[in-house]
């Protein structure tokens, strides 16, 4: 799988939008862009997958870049109770397993 | 959405119990579940691949014989820490996944075992 780069931390002021980056630069043609997140001492929560095309659900935003080397998850309104770890994962498709990375830390400011 | 359930959700027992954690996905049939442990400030390390009806799949460093992985259906894997000891207190996490390929992981909600 892709190796993925985040920034470990991230503050957003609760009602604007966060925009978390990821880099994925070694991205094959076959592999997805995934995005998870972690509210602290609870499992990782799916929020959003995409090949090539943005996708969108009622979560947020998935923004992937058309050389596909890095993508941008947008959470349109931040909530308090959006804090938590995000963890941007590349595999291939099918039935690979999801491995994580160090993550961002996204904090909500109110 | 998918859903995953995980039993039970906190464990507090003696050094050299063996637990037992169960992990249903309650919407969808998983021939694939995956067990994860965490450790505090770290992120979540793959233990093993558990596939229905077949033995588990374990990653480098993880002792099969101390973590036993059971998936008698497509609905029901469970993890038993055997003879546990307090470095084997951590979070423990399953996951599984839907039978299309392609579908995202779903996670329960974690067990914390503490073994004092």
């Known amino acids: 799988d892709a190796k993925t780069t985040q920034p470990p931390s991230m503050d957003c002021a609760e009602g604007r939008a966060a925009n978390l980056p990821c880099n994925h630069s070694t991205i094959s043609g076959n592999e997805y862009v995934y995005w998870y997140r972690q509210i602290h001492s609870q499992g990782p929560q799916y929020i959003i997958h995409?090949?090539?095309n943005n996708e969108t659900n009622e979560m947020a935003s998935l923004i992937i870049t058309e050389d596909r080397k890095s993508s941008t998850l947008i959470l349109p309104h931040a909530t308090l109770r959006d804090t938590a770890v995000y963890y941007c994962?590349?595999?291939?498709?099918?039935?690979?397993?999801?491995?994580f990375g160090i993550g961002t830390k996204l904090q909500v400011i109110p | 959405g998918a859903v995953v359930s995980q039993h039970p959700s906190r464990v507090i027992c003696k050094s050299g119990t063996s637990v037992k954690i169960e992990c249903r996905s309650l919407d969808f049939q998983a021939t694939t579940m995956f067990w994860y442990r965490q450790f505090p400030k770290q992120s979540l390390m793959l233990m093993a691949t558990s596939n229905e009806g077949s033995k588990a799949t374990y990653e480098q460093g993880v002792e099969k014989d101390k973590f036993l992985i059971n998936h008698a259906s497509l609905t029901l894997s469970t993890l038993t820490v055997t003879s546990a000891h307090p470095e084997d207190s951590s979070f423990y996490i399953c996951?599984?996944?839907?039978?299309?390929?392609?579908?995202?992981?779903?996670f329960g909600d974690g067990t914390r075992l503490s073994i004092l």
């Open positions: 994962i590349v595999k291939a498709g099918g039935y690979q397993k999801v491995t």
């Open positions: 995409g090949l090539k």
């Open positions: 996951s599984a996944r839907e039978r299309t390929a392609n579908q995202p992981q779903h």
